[in-house]
C-alpha cells in the first residue's frame, strides 16, 4: 500500500495488454503513480515468493473509500516477469552509449526536476 497525501491517478492494470501497460508504466510520465505501486509490489514479491500480492493507493484525504487496487485481482508472477523486463530494457538504454541523451518534450515536466541544470533545459543555472 502506498499512502497519498495528494492527489494521484492510478490507471488500472490492462490485462488484455500487458506488455502495452509496462511499456506505458515505463515511458509514459503519466503512470507514475502506477510505476510506484508496482515497484514497490515486485520488491516486496521477491522476497515473499510464496505470498499472494496486490498494490494499491490508501488516499489519505479520502480513508472513507478505501484502498484504490492496481488490479481487481493478485499480481500474476508472469507480470512481475514483464515489469522486470520493461526495467532491464529501460536500464540497457539508459547505459547504451549510442543512444544519445534527448530532453523531454513537455517543458512543464522540468519546473520542479532538480535535475534541469544538467540538461541544460534550465539555461540559467550552469553545472
Same mark, same amino acid.
Given at each position: 500500500?502506498?499512502?497519498?497525501?495528494?492527489?494521484?491517478?492510478?490507471?488500472?492494470?490492462?490485462?488484455?495488454?500487458?506488455?502495452?501497460?509496462?511499456?506505458?508504466?515505463?515511458?509514459?510520465?503519466?503512470?507514475?503513480?502506477?510505476?510506484?505501486?508496482?515497484?514497490?509490489?515486485?520488491?516486496?514479491?521477491?522476497? +515473499?515468493?510464496? *505470498? @499472494?500480492?496486490?498494490?494499491? &493507493? %490508501?488516499?489519505? !484525504?479520502?480513508?472513507?473509500?478505501?484502498?484504490?487496487?492496481? $488490479?481487481?485481482?493478485?499480481?500474476?508472477?508472469?507480470?512481475?516477469?514483464?515489469?522486470? +523486463?520493461?526495467? *532491464? @530494457?529501460?536500464?540497457?538504454? &539508459? %547505459?547504451?552509449? !549510442?543512444?544519445?541523451?534527448?530532453?523531454?518534450?513537455?517543458? $512543464?515536466?522540468?519546473?520542479?526536476?532538480?535535475?534541469?541544470?544538467?540538461?541544460?533545459?534550465?539555461?540559467?543555472?550552469?553545472?
Amino acid at each position: 500500500i502506498d499512502y497519498k497525501t495528494g492527489s494521484y491517478d492510478l490507471k488500472k492494470f490492462d490485462d488484455k495488454n500487458p506488455g502495452e501497460y509496462f511499456e506505458k508504466l515505463i515511458s509514459n510520465p503519466d503512470y507514475k503513480d502506477n510505476f510506484q505501486a508496482f515497484f514497490y509490489g515486485y520488491f516486496y514479491s521477491k522476497d +515473499n515468493k510464496d *505470498k @499472494k500480492i496486490n498494490v494499491g &493507493i %490508501y488516499p489519505v !484525504k479520502k480513508m472513507q473509500s478505501g484502498i484504490d487496487n492496481l $488490479k481487481a485481482d493478485y499480481i500474476e508472477k508472469e507480470e512481475y516477469e514483464l515489469f522486470e +523486463n520493461s526495467m *532491464k @530494457k529501460l536500464f540497457m538504454e &539508459i %547505459y547504451d552509449t !549510442k543512444i544519445s541523451f534527448k530532453q523531454v518534450e513537455d517543458e $512543464k515536466r522540468c519546473v520542479y526536476c532538480p535535475y534541469s541544470g544538467l540538461c541544460y533545459r534550465d539555461l540559467n543555472n550552469t553545472i
